[in-house]
């Protein structure tokens, strides 16, 4: 069964304080790995696309890798701005192009 | 502005009353996908249209729940007999095509009362 798991379930960090957020997925075949971030009463929104093992994507403060089984989101330096959850969704290559979503990271940067 | 737009933004309904929940797309995106999001999960998959059909209906929990397209634009998702357990935020994307990002709506919050 096609599968998405993120840790840690919260985090909270000191600004500046550098870390990252981990995606583990399984799926029988992987289209594309999506990252999002959600603040509170509002809907996700998009940050990243990764489609193959090895590609990396980078925004400000964020940079997000894949491998064949998991994904990293790595916050460098970061601010209280950044607090909100981070969302990894999958899109296996089996079935219909839905996003199979995790969880989410709850992240809080304090000032 | 020209992300995905959704209305209403909260519903209250009373328990057994039907309703309808609209989404108007980006401009151009032909997929269009359904998620329903409850308080500490991530969003789970209801439905996707490719164009006006219904490509993937798989994640519908029951046959109260029922979505169209039928201009290949604007997507309403309808509840009949809504419940208590049918609380939750809905969410609507769109996408330029299906494997690539899908934008989100702001959601609608439903309560059942």
Sequence with gaps: ?111 | GAGVSQTPSNKVTEKGKYVELRCDPISGHTALYWYRQSLGQGPEFLIYFQGTGAADDSGLPNDRFFAVRPEGSVSTLKIQRTERGDSAVYLCASSTSPNTEAFFGQGTRLTVV
Excluded: M
């Design chain 1, 1 to 111: 069964e096609d599968q998405v798991t993120q840790s840690p379930e919260a985090l909270r960090l000191q600004e500046g304080e550098s870390s990252s957020l981990n995606c583990s997925y399984t799926v029988s075949g992987l289209r594309g790995l999506f990252w999002y971030r959600q603040d509170p009463g509002k809907g996700p929104e998009f940050l990243f696309t990764l489609y193959s093992a090895g590609e990396e994507k980078e925004k400000e403060r964020l940079k997000a890798t894949l491998t064949k089984k998991e994904s990293f989101l790595h916050i460098t330096a970061p601010k209280p701005e950044d607090s909100a959850t981070y969302l990894c969704a999958v899109q296996p290559t089996s079935g219909t192009y839905k996003y199979i979503f995790g969880t989410g990271t709850r992240l809080k940067v304090l000032a």
